[in-house]
């Protein structure tokens, strides 16, 4: 017994307090310090007090379209949503062209929750289809890709109309409102069990479902969560754009999932969150900004882009691989 | 070959596409004045041949796993590349074989960044053709100079014929490929190997089959198809134009998918795919005599994936997978 004692004397159990970074966010962050100090040095006008804001104004959407990607990505298992660029659009034109434009309805309250409502309905149409009809999520969200670009463009089938005062201002100043709303609702999940049944549904789905979690309810959730998030990125287009154009929507998809990507979320799910998001959205919009006060030709900027793009998500792969490789024994 | 390989190779969605076809082509000659005579038949075939040949090669890259959205890049920059080469002055032929070349380089390489770095192609590929595109139009700046040689156009112009048959040349070569391409995944020991990478990756490796040389394999077959798909677009429009590829971005894949290939692999085949790319050129064709817009072409294009996959290309529940 005493033998018995003294091993456990010698050995206590005191849970090591270090922070532990883990490196697949390394490569995005530090992307982004290098683009921001290469930004800062070329063209530090706009980045000047005076224009930061409409700066920043301008970067919300990509912001959001990162966001809104994010929890199909995290939830892993096939997880993409590729709507969350034509639902931006979607939202821009209803509420522009038709709801301020012919209903002559402005009121911020009704404006913004219709806004969200059509971006958490069509994150539940994906998320249905994706955990009930089990259509794989990249076919599923490919026709609601369709379906809402379609729409966009039939309600209008070329850009017009204009944006009351109230959501010009989120161009501007008032810009980091919406990304702020975003962060919160994440942040409210984040203190959620859903969160963490989220997590293990990711890391392995037949274990989550063993241990008796409804995955397919988590799934659902985190593309109705993805819908929000794109909704609210669609007030951000609307107020960026200052009209209703159903052309430029689809384009946020596939930047949207690079930014996610960039920023280290991983793209087979469970790693990664929306500060990564975040990250990897500045990032692009860094990356962009630059090459485009450079006045470089267009072509090179699309070969810098792609360059960027495959070597930051090669790099973040083989980081991830890295470590995968060390935590086994 | 053993029947566990025969049922993973049945298309399950043949018979409802081919319906399918029937009824679009039905409703077709039911509503539009004109519709489904000879010269409609030879429209949609010249049509469904381009996108058919772009498809062929996401097929096998879906099949085994993956999924390449380098394709509609590659038709555009083989497009825009071989009408420069031609015009500096190069014989075409030559052009195209460097072309070709150039292709099947950039797939490997798209293909062998994705497996050593594990990560998902789909970002690779979308990297990667953004940037092969833009490389092309740096060159050329724009504005190529060459255009397509006569015997070019004549394989791909609608009035065309082959011989004694009367389709033009570019749709009997689709239909050889295809055959060519229906062997490769059913009858060869890289087909086989394809759909063992495509249903169980980690058996596969304890097979020893290496997934380096199929996905090598598979990616430089899907971009030099996509490139092949791009020089004849280029005798179709008769000049160049890097855009002329992006229809492709998701039509390739909506082929697949329809054509009943499911996304993660193994299962599915080119026949399916075939006749999903003559649906979707169908569907467009009796669209566009309709009179409806692109708009709602769009909208019912993204109903019919959901529907159709719906119908036959379901996943299995959790509950079955433990």
């Known amino acids: 017994m005493s033998e018995v004692a003294t091993v456990q004397a010698a050995a206590p159990v005191t849970p090591r307090r270090t922070v532990r970074v883990d490196p697949t966010s390394l490569f995005g962050a530090g992307l982004l310090v290098a683009l921001l100090v290469v930004n800062l040095a070329t063209n530090p006008s706009s980045f000047a007090p005076a224009n930061l804001a409409a700066t920043f104004g301008l970067a919300t959407p990509i912001i959001l379209a990162a966001f809104a990607v994010t929890p199909s990505l995290l939830v892993g298992n096939g997880g ?42 069509v994150g539940l149409v994906n998320g249905l289809l994706i955990a009930y009809v089990r259509i794989e999520p990249i076919v599923a969200s490919l026709g609601t890709y369709l379906a809402c670009s379609g729409v966009a463009l039939s ?70 969560l993805g819908g929000l998030l794109a909704g609210i990125g669609g007030l951000a287009l609307a107020a960026v754009l200052g009209s209703a154009d159903p052309t430029v929507g689809p384009n946020y998809t596939l930047t949207g999932i690079a930014a996610a990507a960039f920023g280290g979320v991983s793209l087979a799910g469970g790693r990664g969150g929306i500060l990564r998001a975040l990250v990897g959205a500045v990032a692009i919009f860094l990356l962009q900004n630059l090459l485009t006060y450079l006045n470089v030709s267009p072509f090179l900027l699309d070969v810098a882009y792609g360059a960027v793009l495959v070597a930051a998500v090669a790099v973040n792969g083989q980081i991830g691989e890295l470590l995968a490789r060390r935590r086994r024994p | ?54 498809a062929a090669g996401q097929t096998l890259v879906i099949l085994i796993g993956g999924i390449d959205l380098s394709i509609p890049f590659v038709v555009g920059a083989a497009n825009v590349a071989v009408a420069q080469l031609a015009g500096k002055g190069m014989s075409f032929v030559l052009a195209i074989v460097i072309v070709l070349a150039a292709a099947g380089l950039f797939g490997a390489l798209n293909a062998l960044i994705s497996v050593r770095c594990r990560v998902h192609p789909l970002l690779i590929t979308l990297g990667s053709g953004t940037a092969i595109v833009g490389l092309v139009q740096w060159w050329t700046k724009g504005l190529p100079v060459g255009g397509a040689p006569n015997w070019l156009s004549s394989l791909v112009s609608i009035g065309a014929n082959t011989g004694p048959v009367p389709v033009a040349p570019v749709v009997v070569i689709w239909l050889v490929l295809a055959i060519l391409f229906v062997f490769l995944l059913r009858r060869t020991v890289f087909g086989r190997k394809a759909y063992a990478l495509g249903s169980a990756p980690e058996a596969a490796a304890l097979a020893l089959i290496r997934p380096v040389r199929i996905w090598i394999a598979a990616f430089a077959i899907s971009a030099v198809l996509a490139a092949i798909a791009g020089i004849l677009q280029l005798g179709f429009t008769g000049s160049a134009d890097a855009t002329v590829g992006s229809p492709y971005l998701f039509l390739s894949v909506g082929a697949v998918v329809i054509g009943g290939t499911a996304i993660g692999g193994g299962t599915g085949g080119y026949t399916g795919t075939a006749i999903g790319a003559l649906t979707l050129t169908l569907l467009t064709t009796v669209f566009a005599g309709l ?11 993204g109903l019919a994936i959901i529907v159709l996959v719906g119908a036959y290309g379901r996943g299995a529940h959790v509950r079955t997978r433990i």
């Open chain 1, 80 to 121: 993409i949503d590729l709507s969350v660029g034509p639902v931006m659009g979607l939202v821009d034109v209803i509420i522009v062209h038709d709801l301020i434009g012919r209903a002559g309805i402005s009121d911020p309250v009704v404006v913004v929750v219709v806004a969200l409502a059509t971006g958490l309905a």
């Open chain 1, 155 to 224: 309600l209008l089938s070329s850009p017009g109309g204009s944006v009351p005062n109230w959501l010009g201002e989120l161009a501007g100043g008032a810009s980091v409102v919406t990304v702020l709303a975003a962060l919160a609702v994440w942040w409210l999940f984040t203190r959620r069990p859903a969160y963490t049944q989220l997590m293990a549904t990711a890391g392995d789905e037949r274990a989550a479902f063993t241990s008796g979690i409804d995955t397919a309810r988590i799934r659902v959730l985190a593309y109705v």
């Open chain 2, 291 to 301: 009179g409806l817009g692109d708009a709602l072409q769009q909208t019912v294009l």
């Open chain 2, 1 to 54: 070959m053993s029947a566990h390989l025969q049922r993973l190779r049945r298309a399950p969605a043949l018979p409802i596409s081919i319906a399918l076809l029937i009824v679009i082509y039905a409703v077709g000659v039911a509503e539009i004045d004109g519709f489904g005579g000879q010269s409609t038949i030879r429209a949609v075939l010249l049509l469904s041949s381009f996108l058919g040949l772009a």
